[in-house]
């Protein structure tokens, strides 16, 4: 038996912007919910044989039609990313997820969380001084950490930022890579520089590097340092050593607020050295001031291609996992 909702919505312009140019929206949720879409000026019909995934539909439609009407353009992405989010709460509010502005960039552009895990991740930095974020590649750990950093720092909150990470990458060693220890180590950061320049312009960001307001290093140049009044923000932290990760989080002073990232399954430690980060979460469960927030597929807010592939690589590596027993 065919199920159809019927939803009309205040007029035809609203409604076009809202399904999308030649109702590329409707089709995408027609899709990704299987059911049908169509439209006629105002009106969208909805059909399909299960109830639940109608219902679905139409409450991610009204959503965004919400999301619309509190100034925000809806693109592609944001009806993929509202869908997922309802998918796992149907209770959820599209709205609260996606207008969580974490800083923004010009008077047109804004960064939001847009999953419910992202915006617990906010909520936690804002909340301890301490956030430990866990999880697959493109989930926005450390591009949302940079711009709370950024964010601290344009209201005074912090005197400077701190972005560090491991000089270990798929066994490649430092000597092997031309130039200085400065050139060799460049390399390494150029995701915490991208995350930056994505936020700041270019020769902002180059100012405050040069007078220090900015210091992204490596981690080996936090060993006996104490960080006051810093936003520090350690990337890759599942290539950190055992040693390497108490160190860090002993480099944390007085007004200051630490956010380490990484993930569990991307290891690139040689065989006998154990993960800082893989350690840290069982030791430091339970300690007040601090959170642990971990990501998922369902997160990952690249390509929607990026999320099938950790999707699969996570589906082998369960299918595999008795075979190496």
Same mark, same amino acid.
């Given at each position: 038996?065919?199920?159809?909702?019927? +939803?009309?919505?205040?007029?035809?312009?609203?409604?076009?912007?809202?399904?999308?140019?030649?109702?590329?929206?409707?089709?995408?949720?027609?899709?990704?919910?299987?059911? !049908?879409?169509?439209?006629?000026?105002?009106?969208?019909?909805?059909?399909?044989?299960?109830?639940?995934?109608? #219902?679905?539909?139409?409450?991610?439609?009204?959503?965004?039609?919400?999301?619309?009407?509190?100034?925000?353009?809806?693109?592609?992405?944001?009806?993929?990313?509202?869908?997922?989010?309802?998918?796992?709460?149907?209770?959820?509010?599209?709205?609260?997820?996606?207008?969580?502005?974490?800083?923004?960039?010009?008077?047109?552009?804004? @960064?939001?969380?847009? !999953?419910?895990?992202?915006?617990?991740?906010?909520?936690?930095?804002?909340?301890? #001084?301490?956030?430990?974020?866990?999880?697959?590649?493109?989930?926005?750990?450390?591009?949302?950490?940079?711009?709370?950093?950024?964010?601290?720092?344009?209201?005074?909150?912090?005197?400077?930022?701190?972005?560090?990470?491991?000089?270990?990458?798929?066994?490649?060693?430092?000597?092997? +890579?031309?130039?200085?220890?400065?050139?060799?180590?460049?390399?390494?950061?150029?995701?915490?520089?991208?995350?930056?320049?994505?936020?700041?312009?270019?020769?902002?960001?180059?100012?405050?590097?040069? !007078?220090?307001?900015?210091?992204?290093?490596?981690?080996?140049?936090?060993?006996?340092?104490?960080?006051?009044?810093?936003?520090? @923000?350690?990337?890759?932290?599942?290539?950190?050593?055992?040693?390497?990760?108490?160190?860090?989080?002993?480099? +944390?002073?007085?007004?200051?607020?630490?956010?380490?990232?990484?993930?569990?399954?991307?290891? #690139?430690?040689?065989?006998?050295?154990?993960?800082?980060?893989?350690?840290?979460?069982?030791?430091?469960?339970?300690?007040?001031?601090?959170?642990?927030?971990?990501?998922?597929?369902?997160?990952?807010?690249?390509?929607?291609?990026?999320?099938? @592939?950790?999707?699969?690589? #996570?589906?082998?590596?369960?299918?595999?996992?008795?075979?190496?027993?």
């Amino acid at each position: 038996m065919t199920v159809e909702r019927t +939803l009309e919505f205040q007029s035809a312009a609203e409604a076009q912007k809202l399904f999308g140019p030649h109702n590329a929206h409707l089709r995408q949720l027609a899709e990704l919910s299987g059911i !049908t879409a169509d439209s006629r000026g105002s009106v969208a019909v909805l059909r399909g044989e299960d109830q639940q995934a109608v #219902d679905q539909a139409a409450n991610c439609l009204v959503q965004l039609h919400g999301l619309q009407r509190a100034n925000t353009s809806i693109q592609a992405q944001d009806v993929d990313h509202a869908w997922r989010i309802l998918c796992r709460d149907p209770q959820a509010d599209i709205k609260t997820v996606f207008k969580d502005v974490v800083y923004a960039v010009s008077p047109k552009r804004t @960064i939001t969380p847009r !999953t419910v895990n992202q915006r617990r991740y906010l909520q936690a930095l804002r909340g301890n #001084d301490l956030v430990f974020g866990i999880g697959p590649a493109g989930t926005g750990k450390t591009y949302l950490a940079v711009a709370m950093a950024v964010a601290a720092l344009t209201k005074k909150e912090v005197k400077r930022l701190v972005l560090t990470r491991p000089a270990v990458e798929a066994g490649e060693k430092l000597g092997f +890579l031309p130039g200085d220890l400065v050139e060799k180590v460049n390399p390494y950061l150029r995701p915490l520089y991208d995350a930056l320049h994505d936020m700041q312009e270019f020769h902002k960001v180059q100012e405050m590097v040069e !007078t220090g307001v900015i210091e992204i290093a490596p981690l080996a140049f936090m060993r006996g340092r104490t960080l006051n009044d810093a936003f520090i @923000i350690l990337d890759e932290a599942q290539n950190t050593t055992q040693e390497q990760m108490k160190m860090f989080l002993t480099r +944390l002073g007085f007004g200051s607020k630490a956010v380490v990232t990484g993930d569990v399954t991307q290891i #690139d430690l040689p065989v006998h050295a154990r993960s800082g980060l893989v350690q840290a979460e069982k030791v430091l469960s339970g300690v007040a001031g601090l959170e642990f927030i971990h990501f998922h597929e369902e997160d990952v807010i690249r390509h929607p291609l990026v999320g099938r @592939i950790v999707h699969a690589y #996570d589906r082998f590596t369960r299918q595999d996992a008795p075979k190496k027993a």
